[in-house]
């Protein structure tokens, strides 16, 4: 943890003061250096009042998503979050990840931006991210998966990040095959899985999660009002990203967790619990080829086992997914 990391978690966990030399004592540092480091903050966006009497005492904390903030609020992790870095605007955080793994960044990075201009969904699509509105990242992996296996991914990211959703803000989150996370029918997120292999080698994967949080109605373009929704329409308030940013890493890396111990099994339970596509009619679009059928159940690597209408098992790795009615 850096020393601005500490000094946040110290100032949290005191929230009546602690005073300068308290935490020159506990980081190491004089007292001139604890108030330097404070006035970082301050500017930084974190209010924090000095006093004779209590020290110094946080007010208030920014909505800003900060590195230092992220790592004291994220406590003891295996995997993913051990790096993190946050830009301000980028074109799309996949990129600066991908670009993290060819210069070989280990795996567990984490790569936030307050706005993309340039944020894509599947197949080169458009994924809307204005500033401040939402959780924009992207993580670094190196599993120990074959290619084929890599699927996987896409059912952990998308069980560990339903969960952060639902124990954050307690709304009926649900997943609707492979990729997107719905509440009411609409979708409040979306996962992009990036893959970079050999025959039958994984070198990395990037996983690049969208997470609509304090949009209001007006905020979406009109073209995605019919589809999209966000954490704040959805309950009538706003949340703290950095509050949900954390608990989507620590669910994420329990799940990572249990992928590496050879749990998916336990991941993909989970999966179908909460899943809004199994046991419903469907149309699955698969470039230009067209399916219905009913979606009956996951496989051991994450792919959708559709029974068709004609009475084929047919197994989907990729495409989208309309639910019919
Ligand atoms: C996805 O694609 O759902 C994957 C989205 C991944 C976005 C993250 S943000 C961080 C990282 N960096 C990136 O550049 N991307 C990742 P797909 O299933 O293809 O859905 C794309 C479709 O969702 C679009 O064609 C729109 O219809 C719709 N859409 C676009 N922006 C949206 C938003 N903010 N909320 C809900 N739907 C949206």
Redesign the pocket.
């Given at each position: 943890m850096t020393t601005d990391a500490k000094i946040i978690s110290a100032l949290r966990a005191s929230p009546g003061g602690v005073s300068g030399a308290e935490l020159a004592t506990q980081l190491g540092i004089s007292r001139a250096a604890v108030w330097a480091r404070i006035e970082e903050l301050r500017q930084a966006g974190f209010h924090v009042e000095a006093g004779p009497h209590f020290g110094y005492r946080l007010t208030e904390e920014p909505d800003a998503l900060l590195a230092d903030d992220l790592f004291s609020r994220l406590g003891p992790i295996q995997v993913i979050g051990r790096d993190i870095h946050v830009f301000q605007e980028t074109a799309?955080?996949?990129d600066i990840a991908e670009k993290l793994a060819r210069d070989g960044a280990r795996e567990g990075v984490v790569v936030f931006a307050e706005s993309?201009t340039?944020?894509?969904?599947?197949?080169g699509?458009?994924?809307?991210?204005p500033g401040r509105k939402?959780l924009?990242?992207?993580l670094l992996l190196r599993p120990e998966l074959p290619p084929q296996e890599i699927t996987q991914l896409t059912v952990m990211s998308a069980t560990a990040l339903r969960r952060a959703i639902q124990k954050v803000t307690g709304l009926p989150a649900q997943i609707k095959w492979p990729?997107?996370i719905l509440i009411g029918g609409k979708?409040i997120a979306?996962?992009?899985t990036e893959l970079s292999a050999e025959v039958d080698r994984v070198r990395h994967v990037i996983i690049?999660?969208?997470v609509?949080v304090n949009f209001t109605t007006s905020d979406f373009p009109a073209e995605?009002r019919p589809?999209?929704t966000s954490l704040r329409v959805e309950s009538g308030h706003e949340f703290s990203r950095a509050e949900l940013a954390t608990a989507i890493l620590q669910e994420l890396d329990a799940d990572y967790t249990r992928i590496r111990g050879h749990k998916f099994a336990a991941v993909a339970d989970e999966w179908e619990r909460h899943c809004a596509t199994l046991g419903r009619n469907v149309t699955v679009h698969i470039g230009d080829r067209k399916l219905h059928g009913c979606a009956e159940a996951l496989d051991d690597d994450g792919a959708l086992l559709l029974r068709t209408e004609h009475g084929h098992l047919e197994r989907i790795i990729g495409g989208?997914v309309t639910l019919e009615k």
């Open positions: 799309s955080t996949n993309q340039k944020g894509r969904g599947r197949l699509r458009k994924w809307v991210s939402g924009w990242f992207s990729n997107d979708k979306g996962i992009l690049g999660m969208g609509n995605l589809i999209a989208d």
